[in-house]
């Protein structure tokens, strides 16, 4: 079993950042692939990001490509999305998730096997 715990979110003006953080515990971190979704009321969960398990492939939805990065320090158990140049429309609650296997299609929420209780991104206009 796999204990993921997100932090970070908060209230931000558009064209602000933020820094999320998801702790996990449980399992060895660094053979598990991460990823970052994120949802709001009325719609599916939407892929963010995602990284495989040393760090070396990162992925990211066409939205975020450029503003967002995630990366992963293995000593720490710990992912990271950076995120700039934050727009409204990234209002939602924030999940981190997690599966010990290489997914087929990284950005399927269906795909991963644990996640967190998330943590809400509020960007102010």
């Known amino acids: 079993q796999v204990h993921l715990v997100e932090s970070g979110g908060g209230l931000v003006q558009a064209g602000g950042s933020l820094r999320l953080s998801c702790a996990a515990s449980?399992?060895?971190?660094?053979?598990?692939?991460m990823g970052w979704f994120r949802q709001t009321p009325g719609k599916d969960r939407e892929f963010v990001a995602a990284i495989t398990w040393s760090g070396g492939s990162t992925y990211y939805a066409d939205s975020v490509k450029g503003r967002f990065t995630i990366a992963r320090d293995n000593a720490k158990n710990t992912v990271f999305l950076q995120m700039n140049s934050l727009k409204p429309e990234d209002t939602a609650v924030y999940y981190c998730?997690?599966?010990?296997?290489?997914?087929?299609?990284?950005?399927?929420?269906?795909?991963?096997?644990?996640w967190g209780q998330g943590t809400k991104v509020t960007v102010s206009s």
């Open positions: 998730k997690a599966v010990r296997s290489r997914p087929k299609d990284y950005s399927d929420y269906m795909q991963y096997e644990y």
């Open positions: 449980g399992r060895t971190f660094s053979s598990l692939v």
